[in-house]
């Protein structure tokens, strides 16, 4: 898919879908999702945390998890709005976790980065090294000029990823998401919740690969096909 602005009379050509890749690091490897997938992320979408900050259906069902890898994640990528990857340990090639992008800007070469961590994979720094080797490919390949990230204020969790990013933070919207919170009789209730919205640009993330491999022994995206 193309699209075609006109500048000063110019017509220009700039794609409008991302690659069908994965990308490794020396932990991970991101890439799409499969069938085989199915029963760990019905099992990390179920969980509370998951629940709690996310959107999607609850209970998460097989039909549910059968819709997302066969139709809703590879449509984000061929409709032009981002790419849906999961996120696999290298090493047992066990679901750790997703990374996405989504309301992709192709005038302005923007984009948003959204994650999920399942319980297992808590803990080991997995959502950082993740999203920072997604965000060296789309900035380095792709040639992108920001990545946004939106947290809701009370996920902490959420937003130690993007400070150990090197995200700005650059606002609050007010009031502006639907979060879920549990109540006493293990059920769910809708609650309003604000957003902190974090800027990454190029320039920021120099340097952070390095900090992170001191911190946590992992750094930098290795490959991508």
Do not use: H
């Not at 066969?70 to 090493?91: H, M, Y």
């Amino acid at each position: 898919m193309l699209c075609l602005y006109t500048v000063f009379g110019m017509e220009l050509r700039m794609t409008s879908t991302f690659p069908d890749i994965s990308i490794s690091t020396d932990r991970l490897v991101l890439r799409p999702f499969d069938m085989a997938d199915i029963p760990a992320y019905i099992e990390m979408m179920n969980d509370e945390l998951v629940v709690a900050w996310t959107e999607a259906p609850y209970p998460y069902t097989q039909v549910d998890a059968e819709r997302w890898v066969r139709r809703i994640a590879p449509s984000q990528r061929t409709k032009g709005d981002g790419i849906v990857l999961a996120v696999t340990e290298f090493l047992t090639q066990r679901l750790v976790g997703s990374v996405r992008l989504r309301n992709t800007d192709w005038r302005t070469r923007a984009t948003e980065a959204a994650y999920i961590t399942a319980p297992w994979a808590r803990g080991e720094g997995y959502a950082t090294e993740s999203v920072l080797a997604l965000a060296q490919w789309v900035f380095r390949d792709q040639a992108f000029e920001r990545i946004e990230l939106r947290t809701a204020a009370d996920n902490t969790a959420s937003q130690q990823v993007a400070q150990k990013l090197g995200c700005i933070s650059e606002g609050v919207l007010r009031n502006a998401r639907i979060a879920r919170s549990q109540t006493e009789d293990g059920g769910w209730t809708d609650i309003r919740t604000d957003l902190i919205v974090w800027g990454l640009l190029p320039e920021d993330l120099e340097g952070v690969a390095e900090e992170l491999a001191d911190a946590g022994g992992y750094g930098t995206y290795n490959d991508w096909n």
